[in-house]
């Protein structure tokens, strides 16, 4: 059974920075490519960044570009978000997802992945 789970969700102000953090068991970690999604109440989940299996490639939505760090560890099976520069606008609850792409694509839809944790609060004061 495939488990995900985010941690390390919470309040802070703008300007500050959070680090969230997913575990994952139940899958060969490193053959996932791993992403994290989020949505802010009344609006669709949307993509913020992913990183390839042996986190070689990671690409991020334009709109935390610059702000957003995700990295992988595959021998602890946890894939991490560093939000740095936090804005209101981030404020939404982020998911954790794994799947498998065909080559090439930058993943960036949901549709590419089969596995998904129960999301973690983030919420950003001004």
């Known amino acids: 059974q495939v488990r995900l789970v985010e941690s390390g969700g919470g309040l802070v102000q703008a300007g500050g920075s959070l680090r969230l953090s997913c575990a994952a068991s139940g899958l060969t970690f490193s053959s996932y490519t791993m992403g994290w999604f989020r949505q802010a109440p009344g609006k669709e989940r949307e993509f913020v960044a992913r990183?390839?299996?042996?986190?070689?490639?990671?690409y991020y939505a334009d709109s935390v570009k610059g702000r957003f760090t995700i990295s992988r560890d595959n021998a602890k099976n946890t894939v991490d978000l560093q939000m740095d520069s936090l804005k209101p606008e981030d404020t939404a609850v982020y998911y954790c997802?794994?799947?498998?792409?065909?080559?090439?694509?930058?993943?960036?839809?949901?549709?590419?992945?089969?596995?998904w944790g129960q999301g973690t609060q983030v919420t950003v004061s001004s």
């Open positions: 997802a794994a799947g498998i792409p065909p080559l090439g694509l930058k993943a960036t839809m949901d549709i590419f992945y089969d596995y």
């Open positions: 990183i390839s299996g042996n986190g070689g490639s990671a």
